[in-house]
């Protein structure tokens, strides 16, 4: 699953879990050179057949176009995939953290005594729409993960919060 776990025992308010989730990342770099070359040699093919013939010169800026148009849009999704939220849960404290590459970043806070998780399985505004309620506001959570994955994680925090003590004195 495209998110993690990890505890932190010693963390100043007590113990805390931190949450790390991300976009499903599925072209790893050695992919993108396979598909870019593909991509290139299957663009090349149809031209073969005008090699030496000024319709060449009519088609090549088409294909390149197209080729640089894959490139760029390659590009922006990897750049699109750095997308992060960071979720802490410590006694006292619930904190949210959301890091767009093309956003500033957003953060929420709520006490996690008056924190509610939903799961809203009705398919509005997406299949099993998962939200942290508290501190007179509503944040959506796992917005780029699939609906079996946003259901998973709704578990394992209600699970984590139910064990989490009471915040310190």
Same mark, same amino acid.
């Given at each position: 699953?495209?998110?993690?776990?990890?505890?932190?025992?010693?963390?100043?308010?007590?113990?805390?879990?931190?949450?790390?989730?991300?976009?499903?990342?599925?072209?790893?770099?050695?992919?993108?050179?396979?598909f870019?070359?593909i991509?290139?040699?299957?663009l090349?093919?149809?031209?073969?057949?005008?090699?030496g013939?000024?319709?060449?010169?009519?088609?090549?800026p088409?294909?390149?176009?197209?080729?640089?148009?894959?490139?760029?849009?390659?590009?922006?999704?990897?750049?699109?995939?750095?997308?992060r =939220?960071?979720l802490? $849960?410590?006694?006292? !404290? &619930?904190?949210?953290?959301r *890091?767009?590459?093309?956003? %500033?970043?957003?953060?929420?806070?709520?006490?996690?005594?008056?924190l509610r998780?939903e799961?809203?399985?009705?398919?509005?505004?997406?299949?099993?729409?998962?939200?942290?309620?508290?501190?007179?506001r509503?944040v959506?959570?796992?917005?780029f993960?699939?609906?079996? =994955?946003?259901?998973? $994680?709704?578990a394992? !925090? &209600?699970d984590?919060?139910a *064990?989490?003590?009471?915040? %310190?004195q």
């Amino acid at each position: 699953m495209p998110y993690r776990w990890t505890s932190d025992p010693d963390a100043p308010t007590g113990p805390a879990w931190h949450l790390t989730a991300w976009p499903y990342r599925s072209l790893s770099p050695e992919g993108f050179a396979a598909f870019f070359g593909i991509t290139f040699a299957m663009l090349l093919v149809p031209l073969l057949a005008v090699v030496g013939s000024p319709i060449l010169w009519g088609l090549l800026p088409f294909a390149m176009g197209a080729l640089a148009a894959t490139w760029l849009m390659i590009r922006r999704n990897q750049r699109d995939r750095t997308l992060r =939220e960071d979720l802490t $849960l410590a006694p006292g !404290l &619930v904190t949210l953290v959301r *890091r767009d590459p093309r956003r %500033p970043e957003q953060t929420w806070q709520a006490n996690p005594y008056w924190l509610r998780v939903e799961l809203h399985e009705d398919g509005r505004p997406v299949e099993n729409y998962l939200t942290l309620t508290g501190a007179g506001r509503t944040v959506e959570l796992g917005a780029f993960l699939s609906p079996d =994955e946003r259901a998973a $994680l709704h578990a394992d !925090l &209600v699970d984590r919060l139910a *064990r989490l003590g009471p915040a %310190p004195q």
